[in-house]
């Protein structure tokens, strides 16, 4: 018997007696089943095709080679099992009039996911969470369990999470039935896999987007932003992106304009072009709203395509805080939802993409929402209200770009940075960060669960605003003070030492600015640590752009949660403080001030606008050459490097290290084979021609290094090269294996300088033929 989903409920109507739109239950692969009570959600987010799944029948349950599901006859709940028979979820109750499905999960059962819930939390057990998107939280509802299964909700409106004593239950506020995924992996790579089969797999970004970027709110002409790039420049530290923020358009009654309006961005084309010139790429601010004296406004109201919705800004007076309300900015939000609002939200952005713009920050995609009505939730929208598609919002703002740029292709790839993602957005050429977050140590601890329960959901690119991005607090000195603060100099130092392991490494802030020299000179000890960090991002480019094509070609993630790769170790189940940054690296970040007073400010976690400073001495002086300790966990199941002193420990201990302030603790795997290129300016400026191999013994490993032209999507019809490197820790020997593949401009030879823990070195030439080197 092969699967048919109506085949599928028929069988299920002549066993039970349901009508036969009851229950629906169709296997779109042996590991994936999707369940439909009532009417279905037309979806946004499944690109995936069932496939013919071989199915079994006996009694009430339905099996394929790796699940079970078994209807209950009186209840009409399910139960998902192996195919051994393994229970892995059971249903408790639904009402399907109120779009409620409760499930029953194990005492001491783990679950990950969700979205970025700014709670400092990995499990969420025990939660209770109204999902809508917002500033600094958003939801994907995707779920995973420590058991090696996952679940989406497939449901656009808000909605409701609960685990209690009574069960795990989600509640949407729309809908006319209840509509899931259940998908079995066997693990949280597993999961992933299965969720990125349902809604895409993910593009490849450019390689220079991988290189240290550069932004602030708000570099106010066209000569200040140019002039960061001539500075880095000059300082020679390491710079591929600068942003340039809003209100390059003028003033809020002309919002999102999507062109150089502002007397002092008089020829945005050349201000791209030299920024070009001097091997830096450009990414602009754009909005899912517009100023009603915008051509977009116009066009838009004209066809009914705004919502009334009260978004950012709200005053038309750019210049005062808090908004003057007597001036109302007149600001709506289009309806991303249709297609034809889409079509002319490119219409207009292109003029950008002709000037030369590489890279969109898409702000405000939740979207800002602001004393919201229930009128507002009633509005009607492209394919239903806005309270049906809701959380869906900042997928369809994103997807219209890519696929706009996509067929006006230029050879260049699409990168997209959001403030908000939902399910399926990975498959959309977007990175999403975090949102407005105070600078403050409590917000950095919780961006490392935030991007992992990110990552968990099947979206990998996540970053955030390094140093956070509103730090008025520390201006103790006068306005724009901060950097010359000693404790958000700390602060910032150790969040740029978290960014260095997140897929864009970007400076960005209010209230003071963040480039280089304003935290002091070359060979002061704050301006030498980020100095440090920035080079060593470019070092790490190898390893970071082969995990990028593992992200790409096999359903890999940069930000790993411990338990993806030691789920047998339970101390690491709920562990916040560290992670795997792709196979290799364990990042151990430090989250918590050792030179000064910690300052404490409370943000409100929906719009992140409301702070409130609550606690904290004033920290006058810090001696950032002192050496001090920190202690961290070092998971069971593997040997492990400190990546700074080659000193290797034992798994399933903490070890107590000593740190410095320019330094990071991160340690890597035995069996690992780390591959490091040469400091440079920016990306391109140097061949790959000398790769430092760095070899960690202790067991067999595999390591594949991937290379393409570094944009454009040629690497799509297998335009690239790989090779293939393992060490064999028994024989203490070294294959490199023959290139794989071509691409125009690629190495024809190179050297690998091979390098032990031990400071052992041997240098070997390249050709592109197979090697075994003996060590």
Known sequence: MKRSFLAIAACLTALVGFAQDDVKIEFFTPSIVHIVKGQPTKTLVITAKPQEVAVTRKDNTISSSELSVRLDPTTKCITFSTAKGKVLLREKRCDVSKVSQTFTLEKDEAIYGLGTIQNGKMNRRGETKRMEQSNLEDFQSVLQSIKGWGLYWENYSPTLFEDNASGM?????????????????????????????????????????????????????????????????????????????????????????????????????????????????????????????????????????????????????????????????????????????????WKHLKRLYDYGTDAWWMDSTDPDFFNPRESDYQHKVYGGTWRSQRNAFPLETVRGIYQAQRKDDRGKRVFIMTRSSFAGQQHYGSNMWSGDVASSWDMLRKQVPAGLS????????????????????????????????????????????????????????????????????????????????????????????????????????????????????????????????????????????????EKIIREDAMTGWDRKEVAGELTTQADFTATKTATKYLPKGATWYDFWTGQSYRGGQSVTLETTFNRVPMFVRAGSILPLGPEMQYVGEKPWDNLELRIYPGADGDFLLYEDEGDGYNYEKGVYTTIALHWDNRQRTLTIGARQGSYPGMLTSRTFTIVLPDGQKTTVSYDGTAKQIAL
């Open 169 to 345: 239950t989600f509640t949407s506020e729309a809908g006319e039935g209840i509509d899931y995924y259940f998908m079995y992996g066997g693990s949280a790579d597993g999961v992933i896999a299965q969720m990125r089969h349902l809604s895409g797999d993910v593009p490849m970004f450019p390689l220079w987007t991988y290189g240290f970027w550069q932004s602030k709110e708000r570099y106010k002409t066209a000569a200040e932003t140019e002039g960061i790039v001539d500075k880095y420049r000059e300082l020679q530290v390491p710079l591929d992106g600068i942003i340039q923020d809003w209100q390059y358009w003028g003033s809020n009654y002309l919002w999102n304009a999507m062109d150089f309006l502002s007397e002092d961005f008089q020829n945005g084309r050349q201000l791209i072009q030299n920024v070009h010139q001097k091997h830096a790429h450009f990414m602009i601010s754009i909005w899912a709203s517009f100023g009603p004296q915008t051509q977009q406004f116009r066009e838009l109201n004209e066809k009914g395509l705004l919502l009334p919705i009260e978004t950012w800004p709200q005053s038309g007076i750019s210049h005062i805080w808090p908004p003057v309300m007597e001036y109302p900015s007149g600001v709506k939000v289009y309806d991303a939802f249709s297609p034809e609002a889409r079509a002319i939200y």
């Open 454 to 597: 990110f990552s968990l959901t099947g979206n990998p690119n996540f970053n955030t605003d390094i140093g956070g991005f509103f730090c008025g607090s520390y201006n103790t000195r006068g306005a724009g003070s901060a950097p010359m603060n000693p404790q958000f100099q700390e602060l910032y130092v150790r969040w740029m030492q978290y960014g260095l392991f997140c897929p864009v490494f970007r400076s960005h802030g209010a209230d003071a600015p963040r480039e280089i020299w304003q935290f002091g000179e070359k060979g002061s000890p704050v301006y030498d640590a980020i100095e440090e960090m920035i080079r060593l991002r470019y070092r790490l480019l190898p390893y970071l752009y082969s995990t990028a094509w593992q992200v790409t070609s096999n359903n890999g993630s940069y930000l790993r949660p411990l338990f993806s790769d030691f789920a047998a170790d339970k101390k690491v189940w709920d562990m916040t403080d560290e992670f795997m940054f792709g196979r290799s690296i364990l990042a151990a970040p430090i989250l918590d001030p050792q030179y000064t007073a």
